[in-house]
């Protein structure tokens, strides 16, 4: 991929075709790592393919620009929503969420490592969104292995799902994935790279690791995921045994 030159848009456009077709998903693109993904997923879902407020972007006055969260939810990462320019409307319950969704709710976000955390479960989150008709995104970061769960969310009805590239998937360290609609995966792309005056073009994601995340993912598709953890369970158990003599130690 270094040696050879394309359009990266065009570019942009296979590798996101291919992932869509390995994550059965409508649409796929790129990003530049899992946070990344949190940022262009927040632009679609506030900008749209709208080039005027895009260039106003993190300017977000006039446009629907709320998010809402679960409380429990709120994380270390939850900047790379916040940095398109939106207010975070915080939740617990259901019912507190039909209240808070109005004509500004521009998108509702799920934490899937705090999944248990919270009032609200993973499927009735995006069944909400359903009901409201507000887009949502779900953070699923760390969240492969399994496998399936590169499927598991969209099909569940989210509307953009988050991944890192690096991680179970073993690619790129610096890439990650965004799953989901067609409308807001090109959305997304029209508010990112390699498109200039656009919020996200610092989020700069280049041929390389465009190939790289295509063929790291297809690899990990196809691997032996049994045997796979398997061999983690093995590396577990090599370093419980190596420390369970040392005083005061207790493994499991």
């Known amino acids: 991929a270094s040696r050879q030159y394309v359009p990266l848009n065009d570019l942009h456009d296979a590798v996101g075709k291919r992932i869509a077709e390995l994550t059965k998903s409508e649409a796929a693109l790129v990003s ?15 900008a749209g393919t709208d080039r005027d407020k895009i260039l106003r972007l993190p300017d977000t006055e006039g446009m629907a620009n709320e998010v809402i969260f679960q409380k429990s939810h709120r994380f270390g990462y939850d900047h790379a929503v916040r940095n398109i320019g939106v207010k975070i409307v915080e939740v617990e319950t259901a019912a507190e969420l039909d209240k808070a969704v109005n004509e500004k709710t521009a998108m509702m976000f799920f934490l899937n490592h705090e999944a248990d955390a919270g009032q609200i479960g993973v499927e009735e989150f995006a069944a909400l969104g359903k009901k409201h008709n507000v887009p949502t995104m779900i953070d699923a970061a760390a969240d492969v292995p399994p496998v399936e769960n590169l499927w598991r969310f969209t099909e569940m009805g989210y509307s953009l799902v988050a991944f890192s590239g690096g991680k179970g998937i073993r690619g790129p360290q610096s890439a990650g994935l965004l799953l989901g609609r067609k409308d807001l995966i090109e959305a997304g792309r029209m508010n990112g790279s390699p498109n200039g005056d656009t919020i996200c073009r610092t989020n700069k994601v ?14 990990f598709i196809d691997r ?9 369970e093995a590396r577990c158990e090599t ?10 130690v207790q493994t499991e």
Do not use: F, R
Request: proline residues 2%; contains cysteine.
């Open 32 to 46: 530049a790592g899992a946070a990344s993904a949190l940022s262009i997923g927040t632009a679609a879902c506030v």
């Open 206 to 219: 280049n041929k390389e690791e465009l190939v790289g995340m295509l063929v790291a993912l297809e690899m």
């Open 224 to 232: 032996d995921h049994e045997a796979v953890w398997k061999d983690w």
């Open 239 to 248: 370093i419980s045994q190596a420390v369970k003599d040392v005083p005061g």
